[in-house]
């Protein structure tokens, strides 16, 4: 994409084909951006897909319907899993296949807590309320001798991760 961007901006090409005009963005807001700049080059976008004009008024009217229409359906697939994976939360289900921190799978495919991880989150869930950075935690981790179940060190990420995981389903309390 940036090099095509690059293509259309230096007036190299005539016309950027795709193979499904939501497979350039379902965004209405960055197909606008893109079609105006397109427009400004005189460069056309053509879908090999659906039959589309950009040249004409009628051509950019009909793509931007069809962003919209993308977008709509990208955010309602989201809304959609959401509310699954929020309804097999409430059921007692797992929503991955890993385990969260402070649990281990049985061999029946069932979650069974483990006091050595929840240690850790209880750590985490400390340094957290007493305002310490992601950063800082995962320090206070280091010099506790913990490391994550892969045996790293922990980092900013595998902390804000554990931690926002665990205050969902509820093993750790928040302020």
Not at 23 to 50: P, Q, Y
Not at 58 to 79: D, H, N, Q
Not at 141 to 162: D, E, F, I, Q
Request: charged share 30%; aromatic share 6%.
């Amino acid at each position: 994409m940036v090099r095509a961007l690059e293509m259309v901006n230096h007036r190299q090409v005539e016309a950027v084909l795709v193979a499904k005009l939501d497979r350039i963005t379902r965004s209405v807001r960055d197909l606008s951006d893109l079609l105006d700049r397109f427009a400004a080059r005189k460069v056309a976008l053509v879908s090999a897909s659906e039959s589309l004009n950009t040249e004409t008024a009628s051509g950019r009217m009909v793509v931007r319907m069809l962003a919209v229409i993308a977008e709509w359906e990208r955010e309602a697939i989201g809304e959609r899993t959401r509310d699954a994976l929020t309804a097999k939360r409430a059921r007692g289900e797992r929503t991955s296949r890993h385990a969260p921190l402070g649990f281990r799978l049985t061999t029946a495919g069932t979650l069974q807590p483990d006091e050595a991880e929840r240690d850790q989150l209880r750590v985490i869930a400390e340094c957290r309320a007493a305002g310490y950075p992601w950063t800082g935690i995962a320090r206070e981790l280091a010099k506790l001798g913990y490391v994550t179940r892969s045996g790293r060190p922990w980092t900013l990420w595998n902390v804000r991760s554990a931690y926002t995981t665990a205050a969902r389903i509820g093993t750790v309390r928040t302020a």
